[in-house]
């Protein structure tokens, strides 16, 4: 008798892709200046379409939401889970700085309690 290995394997669909994925996608969208309608017909999918996976309702196959991610100049990475916080923390300080919000360091920023007149001329030492 055969067993049947189905019966063990989970059924998983999302009902939409996350919040903060689609979100992404959108700010990435806009961030071009690109409709909806633009977009989707960089891609060969309908105005529709795009709108419902921005919203929720419509969950993309897989080889979609490549090609949307690519389209957008982004790229989807196989992360281990114990790295997602240090990954996400490297994507929130690049886009800080981005932003300009970033301050900007010296590339030797070890030398911050010398209070030097930056006007002087450079001195040699010998």
Do not use: C, F
Not at 12 to 41: H, I, N, V
């Amino acid at each position: 008798m055969k067993k049947n290995i189905t019966t063990h394997i989970k059924p998983l669909r999302l009902d939409g892709l996350p919040a903060e994925m689609r979100r992404a996608l959108r700010e990435a969208r806009e961030k071009r200046d690109w409709s909806q309608r633009e977009l989707g017909s960089r891609l060969g999918l309908p105005q529709m379409h795009i709108s419902g996976i921005e919203s929720g309702k419509i969950v993309p196959r897989y080889d979609t939401l490549l090609e949307l991610v690519r389209v957008l100049d982004r790229d989807l990475l196989m992360v281990p889970r114990a790295l997602v916080p240090v990954v996400q923390s490297l994507v929130r300080d690049h886009m800080k700085d981005q932003s300009g919000e970033g301050e900007e360091r010296s590339l030797y920023a070890g030398d911050g309690d010398r209070d030097e007149d930056t006007t002087q001329e450079p001195r040699d030492e010998v």
